[in-house]
């Protein structure tokens, strides 16, 4: 009995020496890889079989002290792939398309665009009208239709209202502006309220898609707006970023409570026209410069700066309009 | 069953061409009004310190809009003038035009005065000698300078524009084909507190209508309307018990309306002295 539980025993021993070694992230708990250092494959990985001991290249000293305090951000080394950044000037986004829609009605040749191409409520949709009129026979293009009197009646989820459409100065070439109140499907009509001129109708799906009796098509503008490749996009002109900065004041001002993200964005476009004076009037640079940076700062803080303010500028930098603004608001001509 | 499609039509036709015709689009115009126009001219329309040491005017003031045709205003807009700069290159004809609707919303118009009006002139005449003398002494007092000058708006009938009245220009054939058989009356524009206030005369002087948002005027208006006229005799004080401070004011207006309306009738009369009986 003694011998079967000495040879139990040498057999249990021999068991325990036997089994495997645990996974080496189990024995203890190793420290991060140093920021800059390449990723180790987990030593269970198959990878390729090292070369012989005395070809064998010696590891990197780093990699075999204990890891070193990051170093600075300066020196890091560069990733292999850039990451995604946004464009630094929101005018850089393509504008919406547009959308095109060709009507006739007996003589009467409408070709329609508005832009943008997915009209929203309580968006400006400017729309615009190319109007011809070819005779029964007659061959070629249409002639332009010049001095008609038409009106753009609107009817559908919002109250119904008619726009007296402009003649845009182009020969056969009208023009409305239309904010939809609501969303849903409008019936717009474009007819004469007087003398002789089409009678077309047509469909527009605000904050729906387009329906498909519109029988129209989305346009994607043809203007080069982003370049391939961030180096060679164009800077924006100082008049695209002030265009920009004007809607998102326009919209900030309308909230009840301006948003941060916003106002800092503005701020960066602001910060963009720094040191951009106009050429005539770079004697004023700094003055131009320190009215810049006044509203940057005021918008840093989380404040949208006053029409007031915005106008000191305007009116010597921009109109011409006044040379002195050291007594201001008081300015003479 | 055509024949139903086809009165449906006409009566939906119908209801469409009933919808008032409106000359741009009014929130686009806010939005513009509010990014180029009010830090000059104010959110109400009345002028900021610095739009008053720029020489500003009070945009409120339905003489200064009304004396000016729509393509005078687009015009002004987009290209500016010496006294007033475009607001950058920011600006549309469109965008131009939702902008002058919106600075004549909301003010008084010729329309509202006299709804069958198809066009109308202005003139600004200035009170001197026997005028001035009639005027003061209806008033009882003397006029200041600045009340010495009023513009005249001489209204007229006929076919009407859907667009509204027209104005006419100040130009001797276009002034010679309106006839004065067509005549409708004179408006003149004032203040009275904060806000404006539009008297109608009819062609032989007397008040034919009053239009202001004042309660104090409504509360005078029967001391006011079918008094006066073209006789000096006929031309005396507004009296009323209710609103005693208002009809003074009115009597002020209507001293220096009587004698400039009197002036625009006279040039009038010469323009047309040499016209034809049938014509006449």
């Known amino acids: 009995m003694n011998r079967r539980s000495a040879w139990l025993a040498f057999l249990l021993a021999a068991a325990i020496r036997a089994q495997p070694a645990p996974p080496p992230e189990m024995k203890q708990p190793q420290p991060p890889p140093p920021p800059g250092a390449k990723p180790q494959p987990p030593p269970d990985a198959k990878q390729p079989q090292p070369p012989p001991a005395a070809a064998q290249p010696q590891p990197p000293p780093a990699m075999k002290q204990p890891p070193a305090p990051p170093p600075p951000a300066q020196t890091q080394a560069a990733p292999e792939i850039a990451p995604l950044v946004s464009p630094d000037i929101a005018p850089l986004v393509p504008p919406p398309p547009e959308y095109t829609l060709s009507l006739k009605q007996d003589e009467w040749r409408v070709h329609l665009t508005f832009r943008p191409g997915n009209p929203e409520p309580g968006k400006l949709v400017v729309l615009a009208f190319d109007v011809g009129r070819q005779k029964e026979g007659d061959a070629g293009e249409p002639q332009p239709f010049n001095d008609g009197k038409l009106a753009l009646a609107v009817s559908g989820p919002g109250p119904r209202a008619r726009y007296l459409v402009r003649a845009l100065g182009d020969a056969g070439v009208y023009g409305v502006h239309w904010t939809p109140s609501a969303r849903?499907?409008?019936?717009?009509?474009?007819?004469?309220?007087?003398?002789?001129g089409p009678n077309v109708s047509f469909q527009v799906g605000v904050g729906v898609a387009m329906p498909a009796s519109a029988q129209g098509r989305m346009v994607q503008s043809s203007r080069v707006v982003v370049t391939a490749g961030r180096a060679e996009a164009p800077a924006p002109s100082v008049k695209q970023l002030m265009a920009e900065l004007g809607k998102r004041w326009l919209d900030q001002s309308a909230a009840p409570k301006p948003d941060p993200a916003e106002l800092k964005a503005m701020a960066k476009l602001l910060k963009a026209v720094q040191g951009r004076v106009p050429r005539e009037l770079a004697a004023g640079a700094a003055e131009f410069d320190g009215l810049a940076a006044r509203e940057t700062a005021q918008l840093e803080m989380g404040g949208l700066p006053e029409p007031q303010s915005c106008l000191q500028c305007h009116l010597k930098f921009r109109d011409g309009w006044v040379k002195d603004l050291s007594k201001w608001p008081e300015v003479k001509r | 069953m055509r024949a139903l499609?086809?009165?449906?039509?006409?009566?939906?036709a119908g209801a469409t061409a009933a919808e008032p015709l409106l000359a741009g689009d009014p929130r686009n115009a806010r939005d513009l009004y509010k990014l180029h126009c009010a830090a000059c001219h104010g959110e109400t329309?009345?002028?900021t310190a610095v739009g008053k040491s720029l020489g500003a005017p009070l945009l409120k003031d339905p003489a200064l809009i009304t004396s000016r045709s729509d393509d005078q205003l687009v015009a002004m807009l987009l290209r500016g003038t010496p006294t007033h700069p475009a607001p950058g290159t920011a600006l549309t004809l469109l965008d131009a035009s939702d902008l002058v609707a919106f600075l004549r919303g909301g003010l008084p118009s010729v329309s509202d005065l006299f709804p069958d009006a198809a066009a109308y002139t202005v003139k600004a005449y200035t009170l001197q000698g026997p005028a001035l003398v009639r005027a003061e002494a209806l008033v009882d007092g003397e006029l200041k300078p600045e009340e010495r000058t009023?513009?005249?708006f001489s209204v007229y009938s006929g076919e009407q524009p859907p667009t509204g009245p027209r104005l006419v220009p100040q130009d001797p054939v276009l002034l010679d084909e309106l006839s004065p058989k067509t005549k409708r009356?004179?408006?003149v524009f004032g203040w009275m507190g904060a806000g404006p206030i539009a008297m109608a005369l009819a062609?032989?002087?007397?008040v034919a209508r009053l239009l202001s948002q004042d309660p104090l005027v409504a509360k005078a208006a029967p001391a006011v309307v079918g008094k006066g006229g073209r006789e000096v005799g006929r031309r005396k004080p507004f009296v009323s018990k209710s609103a005693p401070d208002a009809a003074k004011a009115l009597t002020r207006l209507y001293a220096r309306a009587a004698e400039a309306a009197a002036m625009a009738a006279r040039e009038?009369?010469?323009r047309h002295l040499f016209d034809a009986p049938e014509k006449k």
Do not use: M, Q, R
């Open chain 2, 185 to 187: 009356g004179y408006i």
């Open chain 2, 5 to 12: 499609f086809a009165l449906l039509l006409t009566a939906a």
């Open chain 1, 184 to 196: 849903g499907l409008w019936t717009l009509t474009l007819a004469p309220y007087k003398e002789a």
């Open chain 2, 268 to 270: 009038e009369s010469d």
């Open chain 2, 150 to 152: 009023l513009t005249v």
């Open chain 2, 45 to 47: 329309g009345e002028p």
């Open chain 2, 203 to 206: 062609p032989d002087l007397s």
